[in-house]
């Protein structure tokens, strides 16, 4: 079966609903192409509130036969998250079921201390609706909930910021996104590191963007320290540069400390990275519903084979993407061919110097055994 038809409702699934199981605190459940009216809470009479992205809104629940409606239009294809969260006083266990327009139930949401759904791809182009409601029937109270495109709800006012002055800012909730400004000349040397506040759990991620919306870099530390540091870069242009810092896959939230140095006189390692040639072959099973997951350290400009081949052959139809170190997926692969179920990707890398993840599943999360590739020049 083709890639195009799988991605409707099996990539998202595996996934979306993997990284929500690991946030720990949402429970996601997906009914993706599965025709159906509103449950028992929804009442579909009751007029919708229209959303837009990055805008939150607030609203209070007092009974649970009474879900508030939303709207929203988006396009096949987008990436959208949903966040509900409670307010500090109440009992509410926040929780929400969206709707495609076919009225489908494509994702119900129950949560914790909040409700989230990442990085939806949304399968098809109209007006999506979104019955916000408590997870339990006693728990009442007031809520705001907003949509963000991509990974992001919403991005929090940094201050601008001054070459090798160190600064603290906070994720406040998952999906947040703190901006920050600094002017540079063109040809200017820098790089950014940020790292978690003593005592604080978030594992920061660094974006820099250059002054026409282009990104220049990203950085993503995997070890337990959570101190991501750019490489040595080169500023293009002059202007406002944006330093853009997000938790890992919106697992995390809390206080960091950030600053943009000038580069030593003297050369340091980081300016000469070059890639670690790969060849490895594994052998490895997954069960129902699950995923097998292998990281390797790349690098920007690197091309890197993916292979993914059933044992014994034609007993197993993967599905292999990738993702970098800034938890983006940047690519994706199914078939070899029409007549071979197997997997196969190759791409250059992109996503900036660190770990990369290569996750494999069966088509309709069905179990399986397989032997994993990896080889780069």
Not at 45 to 69: A, E, H, Q, W, Y
Not at 180 to 189: H, M, S, Y
Not at 257 to 268: E, F
Not at 335 to 354: F, H, I, P, Q, W
Request: proline letters at 8%.
């Amino acid at each position: 079966m083709g890639l195009a038809l799988k991605n409707r409702w099996v990539a998202l699934t595996l996934c979306l609903c993997s990284l929500m199981l690991g946030l720990g605190q949402s429970s996601v459940r997906f009914a993706v192409a599965q025709t159906a009216t509103p449950s028992a809470t929804a009442t579909p009479g009751t007029p919708s509130r229209p959303l837009k992205i990055g805008v939150s809104m607030d609203g209070t629940l007092t009974d649970p036969n009474k879900p508030d409606r939303y709207a929203i239009f988006g396009a096949y294809g987008d990436l959208i998250s949903v966040g509900m969260f409670p307010a500090q006083t109440g009992q509410l266990i926040p929780a929400f079921d969206v709707y495609a327009p076919d009225g489908s139930l494509v994702a119900s949401v129950v949560g914790k201390s909040e409700a989230l759904l990442s990085a939806f791809r949304l399968p098809s182009t109209g007006a999506y609706i979104i019955y916000a409601k408590p997870g339990t029937p006693t728990g009442f109270g007031a809520y705001t909930i907003s949509v963000g495109s991509g990974w992001i709800l919403r991005d929090l006012d940094g201050n601008p910021l001054r070459m090798g002055s160190p600064y603290s800012g906070a994720l406040l909730r998952l999906g947040d996104r703190q901006v920050w400004q600094i002017d540079l000349r063109a040809g200017t040397t820098f790089n950014v590191a940020a790292q978690p506040s003593a005592g604080s759990p978030l594992d920061p991620v660094i974006e820099v963007i250059m002054p026409g919306g282009e990104q220049l870099a990203v950085a993503h530390d995997l070890n337990a320290a959570n101190s991501a540091t750019t490489t040595i870069l080169s500023a293009p242009t002059s202007g406002t540069y944006l330093i853009r810092i997000s938790a890992y896959v919106n697992k995390s939230v809390g206080a960091y400390d950030l600053i943009v140095r000038a580069p030593p006189s003297t050369p340091t390692p980081a300016l000469n990275i070059t890639a670690e040639p790969l060849d490895e072959k594994i052998t490895a099973s997954v069960g129902q519903g699950a995923q097998y997951s292998h990281i390797f350290r790349g690098i920007p400009g690197q091309t890197v084979t993916i292979e993914v081949h059933a044992q014994p052959p034609g007993s197993f139809d993967p599905l292999v993407e990738l993702y970098g170190p800034s938890g983006r997926r940047v690519a994706e692969a199914d078939d070899m061919s029409a007549d071979n179920a197997d997997a196969l990707l190759k791409t250059t890398l992109n996503d900036g110097v660190g770990g990369y993840t290569i996750r494999v599943a069966g088509y309709a999360l069905l179990p399986g055994t397989f032997i994993l590739i990896v080889r780069s020049p």
